[in-house]
């Protein structure tokens, strides 16, 4: 099931999504909360869900994802995002947003590993992105 945050709150009420709550087992309380001491502990930016579990993540964690989507020839923004997004279907999980990969990529365009066409901050529906020349 995807997480409550993607679900329109009609199908959370006419499903009575709430009637599927239990309580948490003490060993999984636990569990959970020594996972987040760990990740409090590593003072990293991101957490992330890798096999199952929460983990910590450079903020250059997504970089190669996106970079991987990018091309030699001009693409849109929008669709390198959808393409990254799409690509954690499977697991399941929505690891990040658009938000945040427009700050990485214009982290990229910045370091000269990306060039953009338009103004990402504004209005990244509209920009372009390619591989450096």
Known sequence: ???LALLPHDI???NK???LARPLPKSERLGYRKQWKQCLAENAPLRVIEDGKLVSAPISFFDPLLMS???EMWRSVVSVFS???ISHWDDGVL???DA???ARMRALAESGRLEIRGEIDRRFSLCEVR???
């Open 1 to 3: 099931m995807p997480s």
């Open 12 to 14: 959370i009420h006419r």
């Open 17 to 19: 999504l709430w009637d």
């Open 69 to 71: 989507h990018v091309r």
């Open 83 to 85: 393409s990254v997004t």
């Open 95 to 97: 690891q990040t947003d």
């Open 100 to 102: 945040f990969l427009a």
């Open 131 to 133: 591989w450096a020349r």
